[in-house]
């Protein structure tokens, strides 16, 4: 199957801060998503991203699929952003990276 | 915005005790999951169903587990007999075409003491 690798594994940032994580995956995927779990452990779509590049608020992302791999950016880092960011990428159904754990300090 | 539901929130069982948890995706929605997260890893896929049968499952999806989906809203996973090592948040996911967006719901998490 598909293998999803994410880095880095944990992120301390300051308020304000921005930010690059990235997911790796190690074949051509049909779909790659983008989650925020949340501290009540609900999985928060952010993005569908199976090619190019979109943004929403302050984060965006972006994927090479023919490079593959997928870059997600958090820019003006706030203390919501905490939590673990996973990426997924979809053949069949949705593999997962093991995760970003971020901590966005004050 | 329609939503992935989820019943119940939590549940604590006994070992060996048989446990349903329910989901009701999204009404348009054709095909459904059913994930797991053992605390502090990452998302499991368990099995996935579409038009009334399971397409594929996981190896973690053994005889213990079996979906249903009884009356046209409902997506139900039965753990026939739990074990310690089931315990773990569970959560359902829909998608209208295969490889759109799956919405997950907020989950259900098993505690098996």
């Known amino acids: 199957g598909i293998q999803v690798e994410q880095s880095p594994p944990d992120l301390i940032l300051q308020e304000g801060a921005n930010s690059t994580l990235r997911c790796n995956f190690s074949d051509s995927v049909n779909n790659l998503q983008w989650f925020h779990q949340n501290p009540w452990g609900q999985l928060i779509n952010l993005f569908y991203i199976p090619s190019g590049t979109k943004q929403n608020g302050r984060l965006s992302a972006t994927t090479v699929a023919t490079e593959r791999y997928s870059l997600l950016y958090i820019s003006s880092s706030q203390t919501t952003d905490s939590g673990v960011y996973f990426c997924?990428?979809?053949?069949?159904?949705?593999?997962f990276g093991a995760g970003t754990q971020v901590v966005v300090t004050p | 915005e329609p939503e992935v539901t989820q019943t119940p929130s939590h549940q604590v069982t006994q070992m060996g005790q048989e446990v349903i948890l329910r989901c009701v995706p999204i009404?348009?929605?054709?095909?459904f999951y059913w994930y797991r997260q053992i605390l502090g890893q990452k998302v499991e896929f368990l099995v996935s169903f579409y038009n009334n049968e399971i397409s594929e499952k996981s190896e973690i999806f053994d005889d213990q587990f079996s979906v249903e989906r009884p009356d046209g809203s409902n997506f139900t996973l039965k753990i026939r007999s739990t074990k310690l090592e089931d315990s773990a948040m569970y959560f359902c996911?829909?998608?209208?075409?295969?490889?759109?967006?799956?919405?997950f719901g907020p989950g259900t998490r098993l505690t098996v003491l």
């Open positions: 009404s348009n929605h054709l095909y």
């Open positions: 997924a990428a979809f053949w069949g159904k949705l593999q």
């Open positions: 996911a829909s998608v209208y075409p295969s490889a759109d967006t799956q919405y």
